[in-house]
């Protein structure tokens, strides 16, 4: 009663405060007859006939309930940025994109697939375009995610949303949630393997023991997975015999499955997603540090855990990822201890080997603002530092310090401040970034009249298929692109995505 009392307080103080007495209002029993000039009575509508009105009738819709991890407000986006849309041409859009060459798409897709959105109207459009957000962030290696978005829109509401769930939990480790839904609503899935492994964990090996029997005498299943849940059940009775046979591709459950018997499979050929459950403590350190790179390439781990592990303990070993593990740790420490000298001499080799695995933008995220403070007089050094700085976040910042003056640099730091149109283009590349931040470039008509019609989420996704297109050589398709990202307020992405053009190329 107390919390309903406040409430009703605190929203609708008005009842509250009426319920004095009206000679305790002094304005009110004071207070003179006021006339204001120009004003009318309205009077309620008097109908000229006793025939009845014309009515039309429309069905009201139902708004879909807004469904996201991040909240518009920290985004930018609107909830209804995919209103007017089709859901299936969405959900296809969102299938296709292209962002594994540039962060900054990627980083403009993560927020389309994690903002809190409304879908559009239409039968099932809730369902479609949930569905298509959940695979796409599969698909990029984003299980947590995943798993987060579906149990916000309720993973139990159908068998496709159980379904996607059940997987992200499987590489995530969290599968026991899961199972336990799968358990008390057996309809949520028909794969007998994934009911047989939920029965197991949830401690009923009888039950477990009588589905695979069953399975076995109406040969429910192929014989591979037979013989695999046949171990994972008996594992005693199979001691000693050679390993199963590797699968090309397992789905989640055949990988738990394996990793269950001892016959654990590697992920470096397995889809992205898969390299979420070498971060776990049963993988090897080696193992944990390159899924962290994976998926870290994709946007999907923040910066700092991989260099986490990368100076977790000592290299075993040299080549490969050894040498990327010593090669951070070595810098990381001149870095600390603020070691110019030293900082010198190790950061071009961290910074080639953060190159030959495509995270240079993470590496520039982590290291800029420390590498900024720093008074390195080595001139090599310093341009290296400078255009690492560009790569962060902190590229405006970097725009205003350049470490001297060439035609290329100059156009770098005016990109970064907005305005390339106003220095020399170096490059052919940079004519047509430059040709995209101009007010006079036209933005294409398809965008445009997306745009117009309020339809953003699609008109963003048609911007960045005309980025890839122009990054990729198509000079007019660039700064097309460009420039519908600057007429949506997307101008931090634009400068974004050009810099990586320049810095790092495409590819």
Known sequence: ?????????????????????????????????VTLPDTMVMEPPVSSSGNRPEVDVL????LSATVGLVSASVTGLPVDLWQGSDAEKIADLISRVPVRHSPAMQKLLYSLLLTESRAPTGPGADETLLLARLDRLMELGASDPAQALVEQAGPIESRERFSRWFDATLLTGDEDRACSALVTGPHLSEDYAAHIFCQ????????????????????????????LLDRFLSPDIFEGLPPLPRPGQPDPLEFRLFETIGERLGTATLPRAFANADLRDVAGW????????????????????????????????????WDRVEAIQRFDTALSLGNETAVARTLPQAWRKMREIGLEVPFAELFAARLAELDIQDRATRALVWRIRLLSRLYEDAARDMPEQNPENV??????????????????????????????????????????????????LEAMMLFDRGARGNP????????????????????RASLELMLMGYG
């Open 1 to 33: 009663m107390r919390i309903e009392s406040f409430l009703i307080a605190a929203l609708f103080p008005t009842l509250v405060w009426s319920q004095q007495p009206l000679s305790a209002i002094d304005w009110l029993k004071d207070a003179p007859a």
């Open 59 to 62: 069905p009201l819709e139902e």
């Open 200 to 227: 197991v964990r949830r401690g009923d090996w009888e039950s477990a023991a009588l589905t695979l029997e069953a399975v076995h005498a109406l040969d429910l299943m192929t014989v591979e997975r037979r013989a």
């Open 286 to 321: 080696k193992a944990q540090v390159e899924a962290a790179e994976r998926l870290t390439r994709m946007g999907v781990l923040p910066p700092n855990q991989l260099i986490g592990l990368y100076t977790e303990r000592e290299p075993a070993a040299s080549g490969g990822v």
């Open 411 to 460: 156009f770098l730091a005016a990109l970064a401040q907005g305005v390339p149109g106003g220095a020399e283009a170096p490059s052919d590349l940079a004519a047509s970034i430059a040709e995209g931040f101009s007010e006079d470039t036209a933005i294409p008509a398809e965008i445009s009249d997306l745009r117009r019609n309020g339809q953003l989420g699609e008109a963003i």
């Open 476 to 495: 007019a398709d660039l700064s097309s692109a460009l420039a519908s990202f600057r007429a949506m307020g997307l101008e931090d992405t634009a400068r």
